[in-house]
């Protein structure tokens, strides 16, 4: 159990498009889920938490209207990249966490999405 | 300011030989512990994490990692690895808003 996948794998467009990429957990409902981005050869850094039925909240540096959130169930996320431009051009990866009885949420990650814009 | 080193960026190892990826954290008190392996065009996959207890902690996939206080470490370990093992390693640490802070990452790459 705990599968998250996300949709596309993969998309390409043109600037100053829109792009949105789903996340889904599978077979469990998410306390929450994060957001993250990930540059060639880098680490993961994350860009944002979102709740269902609440706002997304962003990590400092990350700009809430060209990265929109929408957690409209607990088991979709959404991240739309709009007006895309080409150093928006990255791996975007989210995550969807459940309780453990230890205390913590632990994250499972989806696939990625690696978007490309040219 | 919380953060995660890694201070290998790519490891080297013979298929067989033994392989120790390093982990540091700096954090404010002991945090959430993990570490996760990426395969190409796969997402994370939990290999082990240490939340409180025993500090030697055994993973799937025969590793185990070793958390040590004193040295604010979190060092991952595999006795023989495979040629399967290759891929991309992050340690990551967890505080209580169940935010993740990942290091960079150590690329493992296994000759034959």
């Known amino acids: 159990g705990a599968v998250v996948s996300q949709h596309p794998s993969r998309v390409i467009c043109k600037s100053g498009t829109s792009v949105k990429i789903e996340c889904r957990s599978l077979d469990f409902q998410a306390t929450t889920m994060f957001w993250y981005r990930q540059f060639p050869k880098q680490s993961l850094m994350l860009m944002a938490t979102?709740?269902?039925?609440?706002?997304?909240?962003?990590e400092q540096g990350v700009e809430k209207d060209k990265f929109l959130i929408n957690h409209a169930s607990l088991t979709l996320s959404t991240l739309t990249v709009t007006s895309a431009h080409p150093e928006d051009s990255s791996f975007y990866i989210c995550?969807?966490?459940?309780?453990?009885?230890?205390?913590?949420?632990?994250?499972?990650f989806g696939p990625g999405t690696r978007l490309t814009v040219l | 300011a919380q953060s995660v080193t890694q201070p290998d960026i790519h490891i080297t190892v013979s298929e067989g030989a033994s392989l120790e990826l390093r982990c540091n954290y700096s954090?404010?008190?002991?945090?959430?512990l993990f570490w996760y392996v990426q395969s190409p065009g796969q997402g994370l996959q939990l290999l082990l994490k240490y939340f409180s207890g025993d500090t030697l902690v055994q993973g799937i996939k025969g590793f185990e990692a070793e958390f040590k206080r004193s040295q604010s470490s979190f060092n991952l370990r595999k006795p023989s690895v495979h040629w399967s093992d290759a891929a991309e390693y992050f340690c990551?640490?967890?505080?209580?808003?169940?935010?993740?802070?990942f290091g960079a990452g150590t690329t493992v790459t296994v000759r034959a």
């Open positions: 979102s709740n269902e039925g609440s706002k997304a909240t962003y």
């Open positions: 995550s969807a966490s459940r309780p453990l009885t230890s205390g913590w949420d632990e994250q499972f």
């Open positions: 990551a640490a967890g505080s209580n808003d169940y935010k993740l802070s």
């Open positions: 954090y404010g008190a002991t945090p959430y």
